[in-house]
């Protein structure tokens, strides 16, 4: 929303837009059962750090007295009259105070007699003792790892606690998380991280984002450290459960689908079985990287002008174009590793309509296939590389997919080759090795995710590109480089409703307020903004790149692509009524209410 | 038998003994307020306060209280003593003797409370 005291007004009337998905307020009830029992414990442990302070404090504070004591006891003398006298307390106690904290005046307010440096001496070794141990303590609870930790967690709490804005709940900091918390952090949107690894968390300090990002180093799989890290809180909009463990995974998604059935939850996991267990608890977003691979691998066969549409608009503003791939000829494919990604992928080629050849080591799996270890040539040839189509490197080891490329390219030049990236240390070898298709496990899962939650509306328009066929893509794209060159520009979305674009409500209702017109240049009409509309959504039916002469309706839901100066200038067409005028009719109102009055 | 309970108990009770001993007597006499008394009241104050860092209990944190409250009380009677003594030209008059003598009274007030408490956490335990 781009007029700060419309957002205001709004608010205090409580008039809110139901896409928006602002945090509703949270029964007490509910607030009360998400526990949150690792404060607690942050509070004992800096109650533990006092009681151990405790001996030390006691010894110092004994030691002074002792010295205190004895300096009024011990006799002196003035030397201006050779008086005996005694040291008072608060001389006794200055002197100490100095001598203890080796400051050294002197010997004040007199000289002092053999008797009180005999004593001097005694207590200036028991006070160096008493601080030493003192400071000794401090600093090694200071070092303490617990002590630490629990600093840490209560430094968290407060931060989490301070969060006003909406924010995410990112479990698990590896590949997928850091993309999508770099992502985010992108569009402006705040980020949260749970993660089991102190070194993920440390990387959050090093990494520069934007916004200060909270991170604890913390088992996600108790749901305590889940209330700790926002779960209860009201700005929390959605829990991502990305780490590399599929039983946190889902252990996270049943926490947050029975603490907070009312959050958006996406989980990552590569088996079907746990994906099930998933959606068993409300309706989690469940993205399962192997599957999805297969469902691209076939659209980059059939489609490759789509796959390359989608792959751009999912890689988030600023991403390059993706190079469009060459389908292969049609034929027999071949995929070596018949795993869980094997099977998932053989399934989706079957789909397709393409035989396909299976080469595995262990024989119980391989139906109909070859045996045997798909880096042998032997083993490539009698599976009938030399003829085929595709091939597919899937195994779990990176190293044996690089040499299955290697050893199926030697006997099949112009074959297709997909293969399965598994360390992002071997990126630069993959790139290399210029494959055709690359399923790279985090990236994919961070692509859809962020598709999902970043624009409302971008994750519809994804899933009706392929309904479109490849040539309506392949326009798309041409038209998406003409407006902004290679590089992606921001997605955006708006909704001409009475909040959003008060301005402009007259207009939309006349029925005579088709696209071109709408996306004029506020201050110079004969200008279109630069910006594509992706899609329209009306109600339930959506218009896909819809061209100039659609006409807009009051409600309609539009997602745009281009530069922010696009986005301001549309901003103001529907929130200016001078600019909205001049956009519609070329003349030029005046703004004010008693400028009007006046004006014929 | 506790030993920690013994030297809690000790000090705590030690401490308002002192300390009623200091207060005790004519306010206005600095013969029968010796300063020892006053020093030796402020020290084991201090030591009470530092045993009752870290309970966690309701009933630990009214005792810290109590003896934060002494030791500010006792603080400052140290204070006005050193000014009496060592500051002002009057010396120790009557009036200086009873200001220092009536902070070190609300210091008793404190430790007397802090006394019930220890009665009152050792009538409501119950060996089980």
């Known amino acids: ?112 007699t053999a008797a009180q440096r005999l004593w001097v001496t005694v207590s200036i070794y028991l006070t160096v003792i008493g601080w030493a141990y003192a400071i000794g303590s401090l600093l090694s609870l200071l070092q303490d790892r617990a002590f630490r930790q629990a600093l840490a967690l209560q430094h968290f709490t407060r931060k ?61 799989r108790d749901p305590a450290h889940l209330g700790v890290a926002g779960l209860a809180n009201p700005g929390c909009h959605a829990v991502l459960a990305i780490t590399n463990d599929d039983e946190a995974n889902l252990t996270v998604t049943m926490t947050a689908a029975l603490l907070r059935p009312d959050l958006q939850v996406i989980a990552r996991t590569t088996s079907a079985s746990i994906a099930e267990r ?24 059939r489609a490759p002008a789509s796959y390359q549409l989608i792959t751009w608009l999912e890689s988030g503003p600023g991403a390059t174009l993706p190079t469009r791939g060459h389908p292969p000829p049609d034929g027999r494919w071949v995929v070596c590793g018949y795993g869980r990604f094997g099977r998932e992928l053989v399934a989706d080629l079957q789909r397709e309509g393409i035989e396909v050849t299976v080469v595995e080591t ?36 990176d190293a044996s997919n690089l040499s299955m490329i290697a050893a199926a390219r030697r006997l099949n030049p112009d074959v297709f080759v997909a293969a399965r990236q598994n360390r992002p240390a071997s990126s630069p070898l993959f790139a290399a090795m210029e494959t055709d298709a690359l399923l790279v496990p985090p990236e994919l899962v961070a692509h859809e995710v962020y598709a999902q939650l970043s624009t409302p509306l971008l994750w519809r328009f994804v899933q009706e590109v392929p309904t479109r066929g490849d040539d309506w893509a392949a326009g798309v794209v041409d038209r998406l480089t003409e407006l902004c060159g290679k590089r992606l520009a921001p997605l955006w979305k708006v909704r001409l409703d009475r909040s959003e674009a008060p301005a402009l409500q007259d207009w939309l209702r006349s029925g005579e307020a088709p696209i071109g017109a709408v996306l004029r240049d506020p201050d110079e009409r004969e200008r279109r903004l630069d910006a594509v509309v992706l899609l329209v ?9 819809p061209d100039d002469d659609f006409v807009l309706e009051p409600d309609d839901e539009l997602l745009l692509v281009g530069p922010p100066a696009a986005r301001r200038g549309l901003d103001s067409t529907m929130l200016v009524e001078g600019s909205a005028s001049y956009v519609r ?15 014929p | 038998m506790n030993l920690e309970k013994v030297v809690f108990g000790f000090f705590v009770l030690l401490a308002a003994t002192l300390n009623f001993g200091f207060f005790i007597g004519d306010i206005g006499d600095p013969d029968l307020h010796n300063p020892y008394e006053l020093f030796a009241a402020l020290v084991v104050s201090l030591v009470a306060t530092v045993l009752k860092f870290g309970d966690r209990t309701q009933i630990g944190a ?5 003896s934060l409250v002494a030791d500010l009380q006792l603080g400052a009677a140290a204070l006005a003593w050193t000014y009496a003594a060592h500051i002002s030209v009057e010396g120790m008059t009557p009036a200086a003797t009873a200001s220092v003598v009536s902070l070190s009274g609300g210091a008793l007030l404190a430790n007397a409370v802090s006394v019930v408490l220890l009665v009152v956490e050792t009538v409501t335990y119950h060996r089980r």
């Open chain 1, 537 to 545: 959504l009306r109600g339930d039916r959506c218009e896909l790149t």
């Open chain 1, 278 to 301: 998933m959606r068993a608890f409300g309706t989690p977003t469940v993205v399962d990287p192997f599957d999805r691979f297969g469902e691209h691998l076939g659209l980059g066969i």
């Open chain 1, 1 to 112: 929303m781009a007029n700060p005291l419309l957002d205001f007004w709004l608010r205090l009337l409580g008039q809110e837009t139901e896409d928006e998905r602002r945090p509703s307020r949270l029964s007490r009830r509910l607030r009360r059962r998400i526990p949150r029992a690792s404060e607690v414990q942050a509070e004992a442990t800096i109650f533990l750090v006092l009681r151990r302070m405790r001996a030390p404090l006691i010894v110092l504070i004994l030691i002074f007295a002792v010295s205190v004591f004895g300096l009024t006891l011990v006799p002196g003398q003035d030397p201006a009259t050779g008086q005996p006298t005694r040291m008072t307390f608060f001389d006794a106690f200055y002197f100490m105070s100095y001598t203890a904290s080796t400051i050294g005046f002197g010997e004040l307010p007199h000289p002092f």
């Open chain 1, 160 to 220: 989490v606690k301070r969060l006003r804005e909406p924010f995410l709940l990112v479990v698990g900091h590896g590949r997928t998380g850091e993309l999508l918390s770099r992502a985010f952090d992108e569009l402006g949107k705040r980020v949260v991280v749970i993660d089991i690894d102190p070194e993920r968390i440390e990387s959050l300090e090093l990494g520069s984002y934007h916004a200060d990002v909270p991170g604890l180093v913390a088992d996600a």
């Open chain 1, 362 to 397: 262990r024989s119980e799996d391989t139906p109909g296939g070859v045996l045997g270890d798909g880096a042998d040539p032997d083993v490539l040839e009698r599976a009938g590389v030399a003829d085929a189509a595709g091939f597919v490197a899937g195994v779990d080891n």
């Open chain 1, 585 to 599: 009719t070329g003349k030029r109102v005046a703004t004010g209410w008693l400028w009007r009055k006046f004006q």
């Open chain 2, 62 to 66: 009214v005792h810290l209280a109590t």
